[in-house]
Structure formats: structure tokens, C-alpha cells
């Protein structure tokens, strides 16, 4: 029934009901009106207001549950269906707010994949650049400081020795930057390479200590779906080595019905009620890129777990 009318009878049946009380009961109204027919007068509009309010807000009821639902929609959420049910004004409304959500949503991943694309090949001409430019220059640098350690006097050498060492780690830096950037495993080797050299770089530097699980049917993802792998892992275990203070994590990649599915646990402090910041918020919008899902919760071993699912190509 549409809204109009279900209010309309609501309306009706108040008016219904109190044309029947007068004609109905013996109450009568005097020429001047007594306190103890005042009295019933007033009782008797208060039940008639009550009754219509109660009517009007049941009719409404269905407009009151889907604002509910809408203010509830988030976008960095999986979908949400809107209950569908009331008159068809509502059923209309609730199909025009979820073609709104569906093409807003479209809209922000399209955007969201141009500027992660964008991101990536800046990420990767910087990575070249160092390697090309700051690491060709320190290599020179550091066949210069060579040279002159077969020409320098004695007491010189310790310090030529002293500058090429500092150069040796200046030139590991860089690769280290760079690797980070855009690692060339994941162009050249895949996926589960990528993620090998990640957690052995990373193990190396902190001293953590990187348990790797990764299923050996791991079914194909395309490049955008091992991106948002890689890096999801990459900002999990950066975390982990910054602020966890945890001696072991563990990552593995599971086959699932979907796809492939990411789990890094830690042993660390845990999350204590701490606010999702950019970090968590920058992996949930990478995994909706690719129509993923992303969750963060409490790991068995008492810090903090980070599961990624993603869909398998195609």
C-alpha cells in the first residue's frame, strides 16, 4: 500500500474512533463546560493524539529502518544489502540508494586503480633512478677511493679504507630503498619470490624472527592482485618491526574458494584499543581495489593479525 494512503487510514481511524466515543457513550457537554467533563474531553484527545501517533510512526517505521542502514554504509565495507521490505515508496527509495552506493563504489575503485597505478610507476622510475644514477655514482665514488688507496701514503689509507666501507653501506642502502620501492622479484620472479626476498631483508635488518607458510597450490592472481598482496605484507611486517615489539611473526598464503588468502600474526604488544591509522586504512582501500577483503583483529599468539583475501584472476 503506498505511504500516503497508509497514513491517510491512520489518520481516518483516529477520527473514526473518537466520532464513535461521542456518538456511542452517553457523554455529554453542557453549555458551560464543567472541570469533570473538561476533564474527559482532554483524556479523551490525549488517547486520540497517542493513537494517531502510534499509527503515523508504524507506517513510518519502514522509512526509519532504512536512514538507520544508510547512515551504517560504509564505503571501505563490503557491500550491505538494505532491507527491502515496507510500501513501494520505500522499496523504490532503498533501489535508488543502492544504485548510488553500487556506482559511487565503482567510481572510487576505478579512481583508486588509476592512482595506485600512478603511485607504482612513480615508486618504480624513483627505484631506477637510484639504482641507475645515486648507485653508478657511488660505485664511481667508490673505485675512485680505490685508486687512491694504491697511491695514497700509509698514514692515509685507514681513512681511504674507512670512506669506501662507508660508501659500501651507502650503496646497500640504496639497493635496500630501492628493492622496497619496486622490488624487481615481483616484475621479474612472481608473487612468492617477492615475498621470500621481503621477509629475508627484513629479518636481516631487525632481527625478527619470520616464519613463512605458503601453500603450494597458491592459485594465479594478475599483477594488480599480487601488488596488493605484496604490499599489504610489506606494511604488516613494517609494523610489526616499528611498533609491535615482537620477537616472531609468522605469514602465510592459503588457497581459498576465492582466491588466495594472506595471514600475518605477531607476537607483540597487541593493538590495546589503538585507533586505525593511514597504514590500516591505506591496506582496507588496497584490497577493495582489487575486490578483496581486508580484517585486523587479535593473532592467537597474543599481538596482532592482519588477514587479506584475494580473488583469483579471472
Known sequence: MPLAWRISIANAVVLA???AALVLTPATVSARVIAQEAAILLGGLGVLLLLNVYLVRRSLDPLDRMMRAMRRTNLLEP???LDPGGPAEVRQ???VFDEMIGRLQRERRDSGRRA???QEHERKRVAQELHDEIGQSLTAVKLQLSRLDRRAPADLRHDLREAQEEVDRSLGDVRRIAMRLRPEALDD??????LTALTADIASRTGLKIVRRVSPDAPP????GELVVFRVAQESLTNVARHAGAMCVE?????TERGLRLIVS???AGLAGAPAGAGIEGMRERALLVGGTFSVGDSPQGGVEVRLEVPEEG
Request: hydrophobic residues 55%; glycine residues 14%.
Open 116 to 118: 595506485l597505478a600512478a
Open 79 to 81: 557491500d550491505e544489502a
Open 17 to 19: 474512533v473518537g466520532a
Open 221 to 224: 592472481l594478475g599483477p594488480d
Open 93 to 95: 527509495l532503498v533501489a
Open 266 to 268: 605477531d607476537d607483540g
Open 189 to 194: 620472479l612472481g608473487l612468492v619470490p617477492a
Open 251 to 255: 605469514l602465510r598464503l592459503e588457497r
